[in-house]
């Protein structure tokens, strides 16, 4: 993989634009990708006729940016450009108005680039922040493109401006050889068969088990560690959607408690609530490994075997109780909402109140079934009930 970064300023915008893209030609010579953002203050037609001119305007997304970041630091005024060459990628292009339905801009962009083959795909994502509706246009990538992780940004106007002043609100998009006030684009990259790729972020999720895209005879998940009292943010909702159920999956077995899919709630550990010699097993495992073991946790799980809207004790140990939100493959392809209402649940699974939220997990396990799945997972929140 070969990649150039290059940025100028001065008083031309259009020299400054073809000068940063010589200079990330230096390193990037042939390249299958090209991010470039303009300040916004600049004549962003010269910038991007400037840009068309030395660059194939079939690879370009970007726009205008409030301030540019290169490993020079951060700079105003001046236009950065990234281009990438990854040989044995595959990369797609689309664009389309989206000021007036960020929505069916979204379709139009899926529809362009085309379902996703059988290689690890990442789309690049640029819009322009007009209406505030951009989440629409986002969540209609995921449907339609489900399981493609997205990054990028939204254009910039003036912020220095001043909220009152139009320069404020109008920004500009590189779709390509098209310059737009109201536009988003996508790039799709295909990574080469032979990639491993691994996505994180400081949004408190950690990863638990190895990175993985399809489960196959092994357990990967995230985990997001919290202390939160259930009966303060007590609905639970979020959104999901898996490739199928486990044939070999049986919830009330230890050689099948695996899960194309779940939701993990757990509650940390309360010593009023066990007796005296749980209390010391309790304290061992501190010990061991520097934390409490949750007192309690809720599974809700897409089923294997499990009726919907039943629920029963973990094979392993009746602290934690699975609850079948969905079952079997009647809706396996889909994606699906769902919201649970955890303090109501715990107080029928348990007979009691619960102790303080531990901390929400997303899971797709395959390594006691030697099974293979593949999720999809998004919009978990907790909320307080209405």
């Not at 281009?83 to 069916?104: H, I, T």
């Not at 940390?268 to 010391?280: E, F, H, L, N, W």
Request: glycine content about 12%.
């Amino acid at each position: 993989m070969k990649i150039g970064i290059g940025l100028a300023g001065g008083g031309d915008p259009g020299r400054a634009a073809a000068q940063a893209v010589r200079q990330a030609l230096r390193a990037v010579p042939h390249p299958s990708l090209a991010m470039a953002f303009g300040g916004v203050r600049l004549d962003q037609r010269k910038i991007h006729a400037a840009l068309c001119r030395v660059l194939d305007p079939a690879i370009l997304i970007g726009g205008s940016s409030y301030a540019e970041i290169t490993p020079a630091g951060v700079t105003k005024d001046s236009v950065a450009v990234l281009l990438l060459e990854l040989p044995g990628a595959n990369f797609r292009f689309a664009s389309a108005p989206r000021a007036l339905d960020p929505v069916k801009a979204g379709e139009r962009i899926a529809a362009a680039v085309g379902r996703r083959g059988d290689r690890c795909p990442v789309g690049f994502v640029f819009s322009g922040l007009s209406d505030g509706r951009d989440n629409e246009l986002l969540r209609t990538l995921q449907t339609r493109l489900p399981g493609i992780p997205f990054f990028g940004g939204l254009a910039s106007g003036d912020h220095g401006a001043g909220m009152a002043a139009p320069a404020f609100w109008r920004t500009w998009q590189y779709a390509g050889g098209t310059l737009s006030q109201s536009a988003a684009s996508l790039a799709l990259m295909d990574l080469p068969e032979s990639a491993r790729v691994g996505f994180g972020c400081e949004h408190g999720w950690r990863p638990v088990g190895p990175v993985a895209r399809v489960s196959k005879a092994a357990a990967s998940g995230l985990i997001f560690r919290l202390a939160q009292d259930a009966a303060k943010l007590p609905i639970l909702r979020w959104r999901w959607r898996v490739s199928h159920s486990l044939a070999k999956g049986d919830e009330k077995t230890k050689a099948g408690d695996d899960y194309a899919a779940r939701i993990y709630v757990t509650f940390r550990y309360d010593p009023s609530k066990v007796g005296a010699g749980a209390q010391i097993k309790y304290g061992f495992a501190k010990t061991f490994y520097g934390e409490h073991p949750p007192h309690a946790g809720i599974n809700y799980i897409w089923a294997n075997r499990l009726p919907k809207g039943e629920s029963t004790p973990n094979p392993y140990t009746d602290r934690v109780m699975m609850v079948a939100v969905h079952s079997g493959d009647g809706e396996a392809g889909k994606w699906i909402a769902d919201e649970r209402n955890i303090l109501e649940d715990y107080r029928k699974l348990f007979k009691e109140d619960p102790p303080p939220l531990a901390g929400i997990a997303v899971m797709t396990d395959t390594d006691n079934t030697g099974s293979q799945a593949e999720a999809w997972y998004a919009d978990i929140e907790l909320r307080s009930a209405p």
